[in-house]
C-alpha cells in the first residue's frame, strides 16, 4: 500500500483523506478477486460520492495472475496483502473451503491492526468482507470501522441456501445427497440433494461446520450486496427482499463483471497467447465458436478431457478450449485454484491425432484466456461452462448461450438452476460420453428446439442486465442507497 496518506483526495486539516474510503477482505481466487474489483471501480465513479478503496488479499494468492490484475486496476483502488499465516496443522486433504476460512479467521489480529492503521489516514466509512470473510466482522468492529456489510460473488440462491443453512443443520439428520426430495428454499429453484453446494456433502468434514458457521455470521453484517439481478432468479430476489427479523437487508447489485476500460485479462496472460485468441476468433464466422472453459481454477479428469476433445469434434462447432492438465494428474478438480496455471503440459493428454484433426476448426490455449474478451467477440456463438458465477453473469452480459458442466464449489447448484429454473443452459448429462457432448454442444449452439429457447432466453436476460446496470437501473439504484448510508447522505 501507498504510505502517502492523501493521494487519492484532498486532506483534512488532521491529515485524513477527505474522500470516502472503503476496505474490502478479498478471500483467496480470481472468482472473488475479479469482482470484488468491479465494485470497487463502480464506487470510484462520481454517482457514488467517488469512494476509494483498499483491497485486502492474502500472500498466499500471491500468484503472478494476481499481481498483475491487482497492477492493473484504477489508481482509486489501493491494495494490500496481509501477512502468511501458519496452516501447517490442517490435513493436507483439508478442502479448500476449510483453508480460506481458517486463513481468514487467523489473520483477524493482523486485520484489526491494519484496519486501524487505514483509518489514521482514510476516512473509513466501511468495510466489506466476501463470502468466506465473515469473521473479519470482528476485526473491524475492533477497528472500530462505523459499516460492516458482506459482498456474496456468486447469487441469491446460494445465499438463500446459507442464510438457512443453520436451521437445515438443525432439522436434516443425514447428508443432503440422501435426501429424497429435492431442497425447496424460498423462492429458489429446489436444487436435488446431490447438486446441494459442494462443501455442504459431507456433514463430518470441517468445511461442512465452517459454511454452517459463515450462514450464522452473515447476520453480523449490517448489508449484504449480492452479484446477481432481479430477472435471472426474481422469485428469489422478492423473497430476500421481504424483511426478516435479525436478517440484513440484502441488495442484488450485479452483474459485475470484468470490464473492458481496465480489462484485466490484458494484462494477466502474456500477449501472443492473447493476440492468438483474438486474431483466431478474428478469422472464425460469426456466433459459430463454442468457448470452453472452467474458470480461474477447474481441470478435468483425463477420462473427462479425452471425451470432450472427442465430443468437441463430432459436434461439427468450431472450439476455443482454455486446457489444463487433468485433474487426476494434479490432485484435485479445482488444483489449480489459487494460481490458474497448468501444472503439466496439458495437450499430452489429448486424444491421439486430436490437435491435428482439428487445427482448421479449433484453437486450444493452455492455462487461461481473455475470458470477457472471448465472450464478448462476435465470433463466439456458446459458452461450455463449469458455471462459476462470474462465468455465467459474464456469459449473460454478452448474451452467450451456455452448456453447463459443473465441477464443484457452488457450480452444480448453479447449473441446476440454470438448466431447469431460468432456461439459459443445456446441462451436459452426467456421464461424461463424446456422444452425449457432441449433442447437447450442438443443440445449443444451432438447435432449433431447446437450443433456440436458450438463445432467446439468454438474449432477454442480456437486455434486462444491461438496463439494471444503467443510472437509475436497479443494480445502480440499489448500490446508490447503500453508499448513501456510509457516506451519511441518507434520503
Ligand atoms: N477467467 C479468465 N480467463 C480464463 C479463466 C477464467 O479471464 O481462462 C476469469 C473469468 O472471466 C471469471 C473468473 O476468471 O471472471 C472465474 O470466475 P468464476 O466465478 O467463473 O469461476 P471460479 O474461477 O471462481 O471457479
Not at 485486502?56 to 486496476?73: D, N, W
Not at 478450449?321 to 494428474?329: F, G, L, M, Q, Y
Not at 456458446?382 to 452467450?400: A, M, Y
Request: net charge negative.
Amino acid at each position: 500500500m501507498e504510505n502517502g496518506a492523501c493521494n487519492n483526495g484532498s486532506c483534512n486539516g488532521n491529515g485524513v483523506a477527505a474522500r470516502p474510503h472503503v476496505a474490502m477482505l478479498v478471500t483467496p481466487g480470481m472468482g472473488h478477486l475479479i469482482p470484488l474489483a468491479e465494485l470497487a471501480k463502480r464506487l470510484a465513479r462520481a454517482r457514488h460520492g467517488g469512494v476509494t478503496s483498499t483491497l485486502i488479499t492474502f500472500a498466499s494468492t500471491a500468484s503472478p495472475t494476481q499481481r498483475e490484475f491487482l497492477a492493473s486496476l484504477p489508481s482509486a483502488i489501493e491494495s494490500v496483502s496481509l501477512p502468511p499465516v501458519d496452516l501447517s496443522d490442517l490435513p493436507s486433504d483439508a478442502a479448500i473451503e476449510t483453508r480460506m476460512s481458517e486463513e481468514c479467521a487467523r489473520s483477524t489480529p493482523s486485520l484489526t491492526a491494519l484496519l486501524s492503521r487505514l483509518a489514521t489516514t482514510r476516512r473509513l466509512v466501511a468495510f466489506v468482507a466476501d463470502l468466506f470473510g465473515a469473521d473479519a466482522f470482528d476485526a473491524a468492529r475492533d477497528a472500530g470501522v462505523a459499516r460492516r456489510c458482506l459482498f456474496f460473488p456468486t447469487n441469491l440462491h446460494a445465499l438463500t441456501l446459507l442464510l438457512h443453512l443453520p436451521d437445515l443443520d438443525a432439522t436434516i439428520p443425514g447428508e443432503f445427497r440422501d435426501l429424497a426430495e429435492p431442497v425447496a428454499l424460498p423462492g429458489c429453484v429446489p436444487i436435488p440433494g446431490k447438486d446441494i453446494l459442494a462443501p455442504l456433502q459431507d456433514k463430518s468434514k470441517a468445511c461442512y461446520r465452517w459454511m454452517v458457521h459463515h450462514g450464522e455470521k452473515y447476520c453480523d453484517a449490517e448489508t449484504i450486496l449480492v452479484n446477481s439481478f432481479d430477472a435471472v432468479e426474481p422469485d428469489a430476489a422478492a423473497a430476500l427482499r421481504h424483511p426478516k427479523p435479525g436478517r440484513p437487508p440484502v441488495f442484488p447489485i450485479g452483474p459485475l463483471i470484468q470490464t473492458h476500460e481496465e480489462d484485466a485479462s490484458v494484462t494477466t496472460m502474456p500477449p501472443s497467447p492473447r493476440a492468438a485468441c483474438m486474431d483466431w476468433l478474428d478469422r472464425q464466422p460469426e456466433k459459430s465458436v463454442v468457448f470452453v472453459s472452467f474458470g480461474s481454477g477447474g481441470a478435468l479428469p483425463t477420462e473427462h478431457m479425452r471425451e470432450l476433445a472427442l465430443g468437441l469434434e463430432m459436434s461439427g462447432q468450431r472450439f476455443l478450449w482454455v486446457v489444463r492438465s487433468p485433474s487426476d494428474e494434479d490432485g484435485e478438480v479445482n488444483a489449480n485454484y489459487y494460481d490458474a496455471e497448468t501444472k503439466k503440459n496439458p495437450f499430452g493428454y489429448l486424444p491421439e491425432g486430436f490437435v491435428e484433426r482439428t487445427k482448421e476448426v479449433g484453437l486450444l490455449v493452455p492455462s487461461w484466456a481473455p475470458q470477457t474478451k472471448v465472450l464478448a467477440h462476435k465470433a463466439t456463438g456458446g459458452f461450455l461452462t463449469h458455471c462459476g458465477w462470474n462465468s455465467v453473469l459474464e456469459s449473460l452480459v454478452h448474451g452467450v448461450p451456455m452448456v453447463a458442466w459443473p465441477l464443484y464449489a457452488e457450480q452444480r447448484q448453479n447449473a441446476v438452476m440454470l438448466t431447469e429454473g431460468v432456461g439459459a443452459a443445456i446441462r451436459v448429462p452426467e456421464a461424461k460420453g463424446k456422444e452425449k457432448i457432441a449433442v447437447v454442444v450442438r443443440e445449443v449452439m444451432v438447435g432449433e428446439g431447446r437450443g433456440a429457447a436458450v438463445r432467446d432466453k439468454v438474449a432477454e436476460l442480456q437486455k434486462k442486465a444491461l438496463a439494471g446496470l444503467r443510472d437509475g437501473g436497479a443494480a445502480t439504484s440499489a448500490l446508490d442507497e447503500v453508499v448513501a448510508k456510509w457516506i451519511g447522505e441518507e434520503k
